[in-house]
């Protein structure tokens, strides 16, 4: 009985498990063979992100958990995001655990008072970069430790 496909990579090989009791039983096997290996959370495991829109900085993050909470929800985290990692936005995420209640969070229209409107949140697809201390070309030389938007 075939319970995972072996695909070549540059590091080594993947092994694609055929459904998820498989999986559970290969990572099993490498823990107790002591085996180095990468695992990732299963789908049916993953944490539902929602970001809800139209929530102001004066709401502190407390006082929505406590009001999901009032409304039958149990939020793990509350997120408020910040542009710059400065200035708060009138966004929030909810992580909540994958369960049918929590689902429900996305038809909600009214929170704390307020109009609100809830979304899958999207993960980028581009890798997040750091300017601290890279190389930049600035009048044609290299400077080191000057990030992009400086004024040289």
Same mark, same amino acid.
């Given at each position: 009985m075939l319970i995972a496909v072996l695909v070549a990579v540059d590091a080594g090989i993947r092994i694609l498990a055929k459904t998820e009791d498989?999986? @559970?039983r290969i990572v099993r096997l490498? @823990?107790?063979e002591? =085996? $180095? &290996? #990468? *695992?990732?959370p299963l789908p049916s495991e993953r944490n539902i992100h929602a970001v809800v829109r139209g929530i102001p900085a004066i709401f502190s993050e407390q006082e929505i958990k406590?009001?999901?909470?009032? @409304?039958?929800y149990t #939020? $793990? &985290?509350?997120?408020r995001l910040k542009r710059n990692g400065i200035? #708060?936005?009138p966004l929030v995420v909810v992580i909540l655990p994958k369960i049918e209640k929590s689902q429900q969070l996305f038809n909600e229209h009214e929170l704390l008072g307020l109009a609100i409107r809830v979304e899958v949140q999207k993960n980028s697809k581009l890798i997040g970069q750091c300017h601290h201390g890279q190389r930049f070309m600035v009048d044609g030389? *290299? =400077?080191e430790g000057v990030s992009s938007n400086s004024k040289v």
């Open positions: 498989d999986y @559970r490498f @823990r107790e002591d =085996v $180095l &290996h #990468p *695992t990732f406590g009001e999901l909470e009032q @409304r039958g #939020p $793990l &985290h509350i997120i200035a #708060p936005m030389k *290299t =400077v």
